[in-house]
């Protein structure tokens, strides 16, 4: 069973949900040696890097500032260029 990202279901969401400008935290997993591509998404903002146990994926998470909805659908979309990302 596979499930389809719902852009427009995820932008109701945000905007019934949070009040903007909000502090979002981005979490994403990706292959060992792509973290860089992950923080060029949201350059100036801190990035927290968590190895997994055998080294081969990275665990990383950025909070930033986001001035409304379609701001952090951008990064989503972006963040699915990089390849073997995975966005939580």
């Known amino acids: 069973m596979s499930s389809k990202f719902n852009a ?3 932008k109701e969401k945000l905007e019934n949900q949070t009040s903007f400008p909000a502090l979002y935290m981005f979490k994403f997993i990706v292959p ?5 591509e992950v923080a060029a998404l949201l350059p ?4 927290t890097l968590k190895v997994s146990s055998k080294g ?3 665990s990383a998470t950025i909070k930033a500032m986001m001035p409304d909805s379609q ?7 972006k963040a699915a260029e990089i390849e073997g990302v995975i966005a939580l």
């Open 32 to 36: 060992s040696g792509k973290e860089g």
């Open 56 to 58: 081969k994926y990275t």
């Open 71 to 77: 701001s952090i659908l951008d990064v989503y979309v």
């Open 8 to 10: 427009i279901s995820f």
């Open 44 to 47: 100036g903002n801190e990035m």
